[in-house]
């Protein structure tokens, strides 16, 4: 009897053992499942230049009321300080944070503000995603 006892305790662990092997080594399919979350389309990995990559866009697209003098709205993008400045529908660019900058969510065509170029070509979604990008890493002005 006591013997019984002993092989059913035995039985016991060699199940468990096998449990708990299971559960640390996962299958090769729930080990691949996270990678194709950075595939977002419109994503830029890369560290943005303000002078290579952002600057091209506001001449492309902002120029004629917010560059070189001309301030339509109040905005004017000639310098960081004007930039980064509040205006009265808040931060328009707040560094470190595309989501709470007006700018962005007027050239992403928010609905909840207007947008921004007012008539004409829409920024590409690639240029939507180099301003947040830059916003994000800091807006700096070089
Ligand atoms: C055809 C002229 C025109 C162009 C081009 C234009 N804007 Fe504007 N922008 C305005 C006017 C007018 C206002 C003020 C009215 C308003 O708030 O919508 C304004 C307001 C803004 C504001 C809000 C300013 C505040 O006080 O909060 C932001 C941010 C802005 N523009 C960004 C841009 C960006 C970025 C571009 C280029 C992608 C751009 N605009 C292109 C005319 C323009």
């Known amino acids: 009897m006591k013997d019984v ?26 080990q691949a499942a996270p ?14 230049s303000f002078a290579a990559d952002v600057k091209p866009i506001l001449d492309k697209h902002c120029a004629n009321c917010h560059l070189g003098g001309v301030s339509k709205g ?11 400045a509040s205006g009265r529908n808040g931060a328009r660019i707040v560094p470190g944070n595309s989501a709470g900058s007006n700018l962005v969510l007027r050239v992403a065509h928010d609905p909840s503000v207007k947008k921004m170029p007012p008539k004409g070509e829409a920024l590409s979604a690639d240029e939507v995603a180099t301003l947040k990008a830059w916003i994000d890493q800091g807006a700096n002005w070089e």
């Open 35 to 48: 990678s194709s979350e950075g595939a977002a389309p419109a994503s830029v990995a890369k560290t943005v």
């Open 5 to 30: 006892r002993w092989l059913i305790a035995a039985v016991c662990l060699g199940v468990l053992i096998i449990l708990a092997g299971c559960g640390a080594a996962p299958g090769p399919e729930q």
């Open 74 to 84: 109040g905005y004017n993008l000639d310098t960081h300080e004007n930039a980064i």
